[in-house]
């Protein structure tokens, strides 16, 4: 996957009237390049951006997080991509590390025949870890299950990219309600001016989309202090 400089985010928020974005890097070649991208995401903290840790559990250390984890807004994690069990002892010690941050996580969800990114199964979570505001990706593939269950927790959330459509968008606003839909554009995998049409488009008051596209990020993030 091509490399995008900041310079290129950048443009492109600014020509589809993104305010503030969220990053992370992308899977590296090796730990030793992510660790390098997360330093160089962190750089732009404060600016249009509020850098997310990228954190690989099978290879960083506690003392590496706790020396960087003040550092960042919240905490990227990709069970499939990093090969490890959210619930297992590898991930425990930095979630319970996390859970006393009180920092958001946005985790990976899809139907990939993997339990470590099951939405159903991880869900689970946000009620093991209730300090923890956890933001599941790409709208938890649209689950039944997981949608039936996310308002049961206080600080579970969903993101818009990837697997959602406008009408997807409108039914699950009129079933949990907008206060637990985040907009996401996972960029580069998508585009972001495709993935904004996709809540504009969709049937929902003003207050459900400015709840989606904005609001409920500055409430978890507090975006306005970083």
């Known amino acids: 996957m091509e490399r995008f400089s900041m310079r290129d985010i950048e443009n492109m928020m600014e020509l589809n009237g993104v305010d503030r974005a969220v990053i992370f890097p992308m899977k590296q070649s090796s730990y030793q390049n992510l660790s390098i991208r997360n330093r160089e995401n962190m750089e732009y903290s404060g600016r249009k951006f509020s850098p997310f840790l990228r954190l690989d559990p099978n290879e960083m250390s506690m003392e590496e997080f706790n020396e960087a984890a003040a550092k960042f807004c919240g905490f990227k994690l990709h069970p499939r991509a990093e090969n490890f069990d959210p619930f297992g002892t590898v991930a425990e010690p930095f979630l319970c590390a996390i859970n006393r941050l009180k920092k958001p996580v946005i985790i990976h969800t899809r139907k990939e025949n993997n339990p470590n990114t099951d939405p159903d199964r991880i869900l689970g979570l946000a009620s093991s870890y209730p300090g923890i505001k956890f933001v ?15 308002s049961e927790y206080d600080n579970a959330f969903v993101e818009t990219s990837i697997v959602s459509s406008p009408m997807i968008v409108e039914t699950r606003v009129k079933q949990i309600g907008s206060e637990k839909i985040l907009f996401g554009s996972d960029f580069p995998y998508s585009d972001q001016e495709i993935e904004l049409m996709k809540i504009r488009r969709a049937r929902i008051s003003e207050n459900d989309m400015a709840n989606i596209l904005h609001k409920n990020a500055e409430r978890i993030l507090d975006a306005r202090y970083h």
């Not at 599941?136 to 996310?150: K, L």
Request: glycine share 14%.
């Open 136 to 150: 599941f990706g790409h709208f938890a593939n649209d689950s039944e299950a997981f949608f039936g269950r996310i």
